[in-house]
């Protein structure tokens, strides 16, 4: 599913769960209960999008496991970067 992108600011040094030494995640609302926003490593800099995990957003994902992390479906980011969040992990497509 795709990623919505243009979220910045955040340090990915201070992220929530370290998924790979190139993906974190910060959790959104209470305790991730709302979603999490992704940062991704690119050649320069850093890629953001928000993973929505509750039914208030037209695309959701959904948290087969909280601990650890597994989400379905894929996560597909504007700039290319596809891959899944399994077991805490960061596992490409
Ligand atoms: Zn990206």
Do not use: Q
Not at 32 to 37: H, L, M, P, V
Not at 40 to 58: Q, V
Not at 61 to 80: D, F, K, Q, R
């Amino acid at each position: 599913m795709k990623l919505d992108v243009g979220i910045g600011g955040l340090d990915p040094n201070k992220a929530d769960i370290f998924l790979d030494l190139d993906h974190v995640l910060f959790r959104v609302g209470n305790d991730g209960r709302e979603g999490f926003i992704l940062a991704h490593r690119l050649r320069l800099g850093w890629c953001f999008g928000t993973i929505w995990t509750d039914t208030k957003h037209e695309r959701s994902w959904n948290v087969a496991s909280a601990m650890p992390l597994t989400l379905t479906p894929s996560i597909l980011c504007a700039c290319g970067e596809h891959g899944f969040v399994r077991n805490g992990k960061w596992v490409p497509a």
